[in-house]
């Protein structure tokens, strides 16, 4: 007797979906715009360099999983003017090629031309043009230059000085097709287009 195998199909695709929650759904969505002049550096600042406790991080998804991932190799600087964030400045640079994941053969595929195509581009740079009070946190604007592209990026952020040292944390969705990854992924498996990026910086005096 033959079966009808439609419900069957059906519910494996419903529990596949609700399988992999996804992990940027409640991430506040950064604001993706055109490029922007850069500041000059603020007068009179401190110079903080990033400690090997800072980290940047992100965790992407498909229909039926999701990956941490990160960079091991970047380094970055706080130029804090008057102890106040919003007159100050930072800057990162990250080496591409330190891509690392959970998976060994989804590393190579993100370093590939799918991706990241670190080979083209082996570096990525943020300049900060303008960091803001927003509520009881602050907003950090600045220039993304990933993937040979550059657009300015605006996301929240908590940022503390005490003891001698700054830490900055945020944790927010981008899409990943403002920075021309477009790879779809398998029809049965396709690659969602927000990733999670998650900040974790801690500066001290240079």
């Known amino acids: 007797m ?10 494996l695709i419903v529990l596949a979906t609700v399988g992999c929650a996804d992990p940027a759904k409640d991430k506040p969505q950064a604001e993706v715009k055109e490029a922007v002049a850069e500041p000059a550096a603020p007068a009179d600042a401190q110079r903080f360099v990033f400690t090997d406790e800072s980290s940047i991080g992100f965790v992407g998804s498909k229909v039926t999983g999701s990956h941490d991932g990160g960079f091991n190799t970047f380094e970055g600087e706080i130029l804090l003017a008057g102890g106040d964030p919003t007159q100050s400045s ?6 591409a090629t330190s891509i690392w994941s959970d998976n060994e053969k989804l590393t190579g595929h993100l370093m590939s031309p799918d991706f990241f195509d ?3 581009y082996p570096t990525a740079q943020f300049t900060s043009t303008e960091i803001v009070r927003d509520g009881e946190g602050y907003r950090i604007v600045g220039n993304l230059t990933l993937h040979g592209i550059a657009k300015s990026v605006s996301f929240p952020a908590d940022i503390t000085i005490e003891e001698g040292r700054v830490t900055a944390a945020a944790e927010f969705a981008i899409k ?9 992924g398998m029809a049965d498996d396709l690659i969602r287009d927000d990733v999670v990026i998650k900040l974790n910086v801690v500066a001290e005096p240079a």
């Not at 033959?2 to 519910?11: A, D, E, M, T």
């Not at 930072?90 to 080496?95: E, G, K, P, R």
């Open 90 to 95: 930072v800057n990162i640079t990250i080496d």
């Open 176 to 184: 990943r097709f403002e920075y021309e990854m477009k790879f779809k």
């Open 2 to 11: 033959k079966r009808n195998l439609i419900p069957v199909f059906g519910l």
């Open 118 to 120: 670190v080979e083209t």
